[in-house]
């Protein structure tokens, strides 16, 4: 039972993450197909931190917090970094963002099995990265769920309550009026994909944590794609987001702990996924303006 809920746990925090980063994009009206490419990029920023620290340092097990927590940041920043090629292609270029968000995912995988398959890097294409068994524990797995229940608070709060929050949404549902307000619309896209693609990189962190032992073999196995189905599941909106996490990390828990039937358990969160998504997507109603660049002259 205790394996369970500390798997439970880990996929939470990596769900929950991920579902609050495309939504935070996806309610200023920029979809964020590419969660699993800013992940993935998030992932191989800390697993290679963490490489190098294992190289250099010879007290690592004492200082494996704070190597998790400069790693986290770096992870963020590169992820961040890492978004502003979506920021060019969205809103310079203004390209369809369901195919900005495919050349995220692509290109960020890419880059990361090549990086991983450099020689004296990888070890036969794995990045190892282990700082601390201790990071691992059902305690600080219990420490994650934590940190990222207070994120997700956060930026309800954030949405709900401030007035930056509501213009958040107003660049989602109506940019034409807001631009009318004399609040620039491209500008807060800009800085909310590049939160987006920060958040999404710490999700991509706690999956290298919690779920692959603290190694990386260039791949966070669609947990992006799972977090952009909880979103839309969740109807854009944080509670049911975070109900919708839930559920699902119980599912794959269980799914990873139950043996025999070949493959089958491990499919089944899978595919309960894809039934639940055809289900809910008939009540599906995006922010009306994801997805549509913005055109100042058609005010």
């Known amino acids: 039972m205790e394996a369970i809920f500390s798997l439970a746990l880990g996929f939470f925090v990596v769900f929950t993450l991920a579902a609050i980063s495309g939504m935070f994009s996806e309610r ?58 979506q920021t060019l292609m969205v809103l310079k270029l203004k390209t369809d963002q369901i195919i900005s968000g495919t050349v995220i995912n692509l290109l960020a995988q890419g880059i990361a099995l090549f990086i991983v398959h450099i020689q004296g890097f990888g070890t036969g294409g794995t990045i190892l990265g282990s700082l601390s068994p201790k990071l691992i524990s059902l305690n600080y797995f219990i420490a994650y769920a934590i940190f990222t229940m207070l994120v997700t608070v956060t930026i309800g709060l954030y949405f709900t309550f401030t007035k930056v929050g509501t213009r958040h949404i107003a660049a989602g549902e109506n940019p ?10 491209n500008r ?38 799972i ?19 839930i559920i699902f990390s119980i599912m794959f828990s269980i799914g990873q702990r139950i043996t025999g039937w070949n493959s089958l358990p491990r499919a089944l969160p899978f595919i309960m996924s894809i039934v639940v998504m055809v289900i809910a997507s008939k009540w599906s109603s995006p922010p009306q303006a994801s997805g549509v660049p913005f055109d100042k002259t058609l005010r």
């Open 176 to 185: 034409q009026a807001l631009d009318a307000a004399g609040v620039k619309v």
């Open 227 to 245: 977090a952009l189905a909880i979103m839309i599941i969740g109807q854009w909106r944080v509670s049911l987001i975070v109900m919708f996490c």
């Open 28 to 85: 200023s009206g920029v979809v964020n197909l590419g969660i699993e490419g800013f992940m993935t990029i998030g992932a191989l920023a800390y697993v290679s931190f963490c490489f190098m620290v294992k190289k250099t340092s010879n007290n690592v097990e004492d200082l494996h917090v704070l190597y998790l927590l400069i790693g986290a940041l770096f992870s963020m920043v590169v992820a961040g970094l890492f978004s502003l090629l």
């Open 188 to 225: 807060y896209r800009f800085v909310c994909i590049i939160i987006s693609g920060a958040i999404a990189g710490l999700a991509g962190t706690m999956f290298v944590v919690t779920q692959s032992l603290q190694n990386f073999n260039g791949s966070v196995q669609g947990l992006g794609f």
